[in-house]
């Protein structure tokens, strides 16, 4: 049996910050990611994510401010940079939109309203129309989500944890504090379980499940286009649509394009029996918005992917301590610009119960 201080389950983005942060307090750490390293099956692949500020709601407005210094800090650490601030935009109907600036506006965050001379002056690339209410957030932009993961993962083993491949968490058990991979044996004073899709299974009959809100694990789907002009600027950008759309986001990726894709689009699937073929009907619908309102990019794509997101009913994340285990379920899809601080959240409730 391997005994540690802590045991982290799932090598994502959470989990990696997790082990990060806990190796660096010296605590004796072993990380359990069930596939290889980079895979493709879960939530934090792909090259980029948007960073934001924007958010209707002042807590998460307060969460990604704290959330930036983190990020600097790991850049630092790395030796690496991780996030580019590129400037983020939020497009919608006024009352859609209404909420973000209030939101912002009092955490303190900086903001412009645009209008659609604005934008078409300063990113020719997008199309908004004149009854769209448009607010630019300087501090928006672009984190390396296959960099930060891998970053995290080898930053936490130069602090001397364990980080661990193809070992796969068969159960847990949250009052003895151990738990039985298909390698072997680990008890730890605190398990940290951030398996995303594969949580609820990992935690069922834990005594914890039943705080746990349902989760719905959904397949969703990425794809980058070109743009027609390298020399044109691109912020970030998320489009409330309403009306029971699926908002539409988007971000430059160096290299690759503009990615673009619908939000909370997917099927539920089964993370252990899904598909990895894109769904053609939803990729004609993000072709259609591209060729609608994204004049800047040739409207087809150039590559895709499919990726899970794991989301409670109302997109709040589960951080939470029970005995000898804390479950970290920061997802609903939009978890990952929170991903240092998330992990410094899930450290402390490993190493400080109570």
């Not at 792909?46 to 960073?51: D, K, Y």
Request: charged content about 25%.
């Amino acid at each position: 049996m391997r005994r540690c201080d802590v045991l982290v389950v799932g090598a994502g983005a959470m989990g990696s910050a997790t082990a990060w942060q806990l190796a660096r307090q010296q605590a004796d750490v072993v990380l359990l990611e069930q596939f290889g390293q980079g895979h493709l099956r879960g939530s934090s692949h792909g090259a980029t994510r948007i960073f934001r500020f924007s958010y209707a709601w002042p807590e998460y407005v307060a969460m990604a401010k704290a959330a930036l210094p983190h990020w600097r800090e790991l850049e630092d650490d790395a030796d690496e940079p991780l996030l580019d601030i590129t400037g983020g935009l939020d497009i919608g109907a006024p009352a859609l939109i209404a909420p973000i600036a209030e939101a912002l506006e009092a955490n303190g965050a900086a903001f412009e309203q645009l209008g659609e001379a604005d934008v078409a002056e300063r990113w020719p690339g997008l199309a908004v129309n004149s009854d769209d209410a448009v607010l630019y957030s300087p501090d928006g932009g672009r984190l390396w989500a296959d960099r930060s993961v891998a970053a995290l993962q080898r930053r936490a083993a130069h602090y001397g944890a364990e980080v661990r491949y193809d070992e796969r968490v068969l159960s847990v058990d949250a009052n003895a504090g151990t738990a039985a991979t298909d390698v072997e044996t680990y008890e730890a004073d605190a398990i940290v379980v951030t398996a995303g899709a594969w949580l609820a299974d990992l935690v069922a009959g834990s005594g914890a499940d039943a705080t746990l809100p349902p989760l719905r694990v959904t397949r969703e789907q990425t794809f980058h286009f070109p743009p027609l002009d390298d020399d044109v600027a691109w912020p970030s950008f998320i489009h409330h649509r309403g009306d029971e759309q699926a908002l539409v986001y988007g971000l430059e990726t160096p290299g690759e394009g503009i990615k673009v894709a619908e939000d909370h689009a997917g099927p539920e699937t089964d993370p252990d029996d899904r598909s990895f073929v894109v769904d053609e009907i939803g990729r004609q619908r993000v072709i259609r918005y591209v060729t609608e309102r994204l004049p800047g990019l040739d409207p087809t794509p150039v590559t895709e992917l499919t990726c899970l997101y794991t989301s409670t009913p109302d997109g709040a994340f589960v951080l939470e301590r029970h005995g000898r285990l804390v479950i970290g379920s920061p997802c609903s899809g939009h978890g990952f610009k929170f991903t240092p601080l998330i992990g410094r959240i899930l450290a402390d409730l490993a190493t400080k119960p109570g």
